[in-house]
């Protein structure tokens, strides 16, 4: 029986407690051929080491200390890069998955091989481990490689597809820069390349907070600039047009007239479900005084653009 190695994908800092239940939900799954690599971005907490140090005896562990902190697209680039298996996925410090999790994801992908990732359906946790709600139930299914990453940014919620299980071919599309809603581009992208599954049966868990608990604490933390702060889901829609346009060479086995008209197409679907025309309103006179505050320097409100532990939850 053909048994690919999996690679599953943990940046961590300064979360001993959360790290130590999403190691242990690793060690407990049903599927065991895997490599579990974490890399710890020189975290100050020195119980981080400690958890860590009491798994080591099982070999499916790579354990990585950066030297110092690099920060947290570093990281998260650091840790997929290093994956050897035939599939792989990312999994946060905070979040855990069922212990059926990558067998059933990865037995899908064996058996349908249209498909570019699987994943089961996200719950949504509070920082206490209070369940919220489900997050959004999607099945990308579209034989149009376009109309899949249409059909992406018309559902995207917390965007639980961003932690399935995916083919190794994808690696270098799951590659973060430092741009606003980088997780829904690199589903877009995925989309683009197959289609997508949302497995019955089996579940992740995402612990909501942190520093995406919410669009302008975000922005904040990653001392963006005024624009994208003041517009946020403005900015958010441009990233797309550039993506599909430039930044992305999954697109480019369209003309550039086709992908102009899906970039235009998916960011006004954006636009649309996030109301841009009351964003357009309130933000004119946010945008004027964080423009005031950038002006007048260091203690007038910004924050330090070192930034060393970012899960891009949306």
């Known amino acids: 029986m053909y048994t690919p190695l999996v690679s599953v994908c943990v940046p961590t800092y300064n979360r001993p407690k959360t790290l130590e239940r999403t190691i242990n ?3 407990n799954q049903t599927y065991k051929n895997l490599e579990i690599i974490i890399s710890d971005n020189c975290s100050t907490n020195e ?29 998260f680039n650091y840790v ?24 059933s994801c990865l037995n899908f992908l064996l058996n349908n091989t249209e498909y570019s990732a699987a994943y089961g ?21 579209d034989d ?17 597809l961003f932690y399935g299980l ?48 919410s669009t302008d604490h975000l922005t904040q933390s990653f001392n963006m600039p005024p624009f994208t702060r003041a517009f946020p889901f403005l900015k958010v829609g441009l990233n797309i047009i550039s993506d ?4 992305s060479r999954v697109y480019k086995t369209m003309n550039i007239l086709k992908r102009g008209k899906l970039g235009l197409k998916c960011a006004l679907i954006i636009y649309r479900r996030f109301n841009l025309k009351s964003e357009l309103r309130a933000g004119v006179k946010k945008y004027i005084k964080l423009k005031l505050q950038k002006k007048q320097g260091p ?16």
């Open 144 to 160: 149009l490689p376009g109309d899949r990453t249409a059909h992406f940014f018309r559902k995207i919620e917390n965007n639980g």
């Open 25 to 27: 939900c690793l060690l």
């Open 244 to 247: 599909i346009m430039w930044n």
């Open 166 to 213: 995916f083919k190794r071919e994808y690696i270098s599309e799951m590659l973060f820069q430092n741009e606003l809603a980088i997780d829904w581009l690199v589903v877009g992208r995925i989309a683009f390349l197959g289609k997508y599954k949302m497995v019955e049966g089996t579940h992740c868990y995402i612990s909501a907070g942190g520093a995406s608990q």
């Open 299 to 314: 203690g007038s409100g910004t924050v330090n653009n070192y930034v060393t532990n970012y899960d891009p939850k949306n």
């Open 121 to 141: 359906r996200a719950k949504i946790y509070s920082p206490e481990e209070k369940f919220i709600r489900f997050d959004a139930e999607i099945d990308i299914t």
């Open 80 to 103: 997929i890069e290093q994956a050897k298996g035939d599939y792989f996925m990312r999994l946060a410090d905070d979040d855990w998955l069922d212990e059926n999790y990558i067998e």
């Open 47 to 75: 119980e981080v080491e400690r958890v860590i140090n009491k798994y080591l005896t099982d070999t499916r562990i790579t354990y990585i200390r950066q030297s110092v902190n690099k920060g947290a697209i570093f990281n």
